[in-house]
């Protein structure tokens, strides 16, 4: 897909004053006798330049090619749009573009150096805190059969979708999804999920429980598409809502060695915060 019109002009807005300032650095200095500008920065600024030249080049190209509409009522396409092209690199069918780029499949950057300054809460740290959900695993959802840990679960609504958690995790889940819904409700509206409690070992593993199995982590996705398990990639809405929750201390498993983009658990760091508060 193109690059959006607004997102090219955003980076020249950006981009000029940098440049400008640039240059009038260059003219003070030469002016009033000033130390003088090494040839690396010269580069940089040159290159500067030619990037703002070329966006505004783009900028003028896309404004040539979109007409406005005379008749909104009628939904008449835009003239370089082909509904039946199909090698058209517009998505098809939709009336907002931007929204659509929600559900983009992107490549996660630097996935390793994510929840930077939160910590995993391992299984043997969760069972140690909270006690072990059911006696026997297996890598289907059982039951909770720990009375104690029972107690603390509750089935609400946080905004957008329903989840049996921890109390506290679902107070935090609300606080998150408010935020969301208040900077980006086009986002918000797009949200789903795939599951949050499921007692059970992780797949693969023996004996080893998930977070799931605790009530700490919950599978989110956008428009309901699932997310490629382990292939580095995810949806841009899910980058977008990383941000959201790693302010409120979640963790997300798009770190994680065995990439899970779709998943956000409670970080050990937020856990130890409940407890010294009496909450779990």
Avoid at 144 to 172: C, F
Wanted: charged share 30%; with cysteine; glycine share 6%.
């Amino acid at each position: 897909m193109r690059p959006l019109p607004a997102i090219i002009l955003a980076v020249a807005i950006l981009l000029a004053p940098v440049l400008w300032f640039a240059l009038q650095s260059l003219d003070r200095a030469g002016d009033e006798g000033g130390p003088a500008v090494d040839s690396g920065a010269r580069i940089e600024i040159e290159m500067l330049r030619q990037q703002i030249e070329s966006l505004q080049r783009h900028v003028e190209e896309l404004e040539k090619r979109i007409a406005v509409r005379r008749d909104p009522a009628r939904d008449e396409l835009l003239p370089f749009y082909d509904r039946d092209d199909p090698d058209a690199d517009w998505p098809r069918d939709t009336e907002n573009q931007i929204i659509d780029q929600y559900t983009q499949v992107v490549v996660i950057p630097a996935r390793r150096a994510l929840n930077e300054g939160l910590t995993v809460a391992t299984p043997s740290f969760l069972e140690e805190l909270l006690g072990r959900p059911r006696t026997d695993l297996s890598d289907d959802c059982q039951p909770m059969t720990n009375p104690e840990l029972r107690e603390l679960l509750v089935t609400e609504d946080v905004g957008p979708i329903r989840v049996q958690m921890l109390k506290p995790a679902v107070e935090s889940l609300r606080r998150v999804f408010a935020e969301i819904r208040r900077a980006d409700p086009d986002l918000y509206d797009r949200i789903g999920t795939a599951g949050s409690l499921c007692v059970r070992q992780i797949r693969g593993s023996r004996d080893r429980m998930s977070s799931h199995a605790f009530g700490t982590a919950v599978d989110l996705n956008i428009d309901g598409r699932l997310d490629a398990f382990g292939a580095g990639t995810t949806q841009l809405g899910l980058t977008i809502l990383a941000d959201f929750f790693a302010a409120e201390g979640w963790i997300w498993g798009a770190a994680f060695g065995r990439e899970d983009s779709m998943h956000f658990e409670v970080s050990r760091e937020l856990l130890l915060q409940w407890r010294a508060e009496g909450r779990i």
